[in-house]
């Protein structure tokens, strides 16, 4: 069987590019989505006309229990899981003091508590089969933190201590943990940046564009195929944050 892929906040921007063109690279794809059902239905369909069959799968991954039953599906139907992406985040810009605690609460549930117990879940079937690939979709605000996104920005760092961590524990087993930290990706994410933002933006990247989700997804399949690279925050962001 191909190798069995979970990627997380499947039914739009990135996660919905990354289980496109895996799936058409011939992976087992198993698509989650929280809201945007016809979206998911329409990724569904798309790669049906074109002979393909993926799964996708509603759950709110700020939800524990929402997690484990897609984890418990994925197992019951295929044994096993391959890969783990943990890509489904959101993003607020709020001044600190404005951010309230349900901002926080919802924050830290779904870019980060999500990341917490569906790699849990998953690495007890990884450990198993002593092999593994999870992969968190981080940020530079991660690295650099983001003004106006404390909340974002201590998410994403999070996830990058946990990717650190993970990866000495389990590097024995044969299961690699890395993080992603995208630079600014043209997504709905973005949706709120006038032609003004992003021109400075672009101004300020030294290959002068925008990041697509493709270049995520490039970054990815690569991570999945590589045998020695685990525990690292690997940037794509066309040269804006150099460390
Ligand atoms: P996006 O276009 O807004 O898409 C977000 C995806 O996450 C959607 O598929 C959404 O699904 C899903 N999602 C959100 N909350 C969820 C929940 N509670 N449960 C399950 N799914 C949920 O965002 P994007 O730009 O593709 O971002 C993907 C990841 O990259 C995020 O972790 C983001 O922080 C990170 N990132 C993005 C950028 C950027 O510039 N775009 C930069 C750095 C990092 P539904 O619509 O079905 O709810």
Known sequence: MSKVVIITGAS?????????NLAISGYTIIANYNNSEEKALELKNKLKEKGIEIDIFK???????EIVKLINF???KYGKIDVLINNAGISQEKLFTDITDEDFDIMMKT?????FYATRETVKHMLK????????????????????EVHYSMAKAGINGLTKALAKELGPSNIRVNSIAPGAIDTEMNKDLSEDDWKQIIEETPLMKKGKPIDIT????WLIEDEFTTGQVISPNGGLVIT
């Not at 739009?12 to 496109?20: H, L, P, Q, T």
């Not at 759950?59 to 229990?65: C, G, I, P």
């Not at 870019?111 to 990341?115: D, E, F, H, K, R």
């Open 74 to 76: 994925v197992i019951e």
């Open 12 to 20: 739009r921007g990135i996660g919905r590019d990354v289980a496109y």
């Open 59 to 65: 759950a709110n991954v700020a939800n524990k229990d």
């Open 111 to 115: 870019n980060l508590y999500s990341t």
């Open 218 to 221: 490039r970054c990815i399949k």
């Open 129 to 148: 089969e002593k092999s593994g690939c999870i992969i968190n979709i981080s940020s530079i605000y991660g690295l650099t933190g983001g003004s106006c």
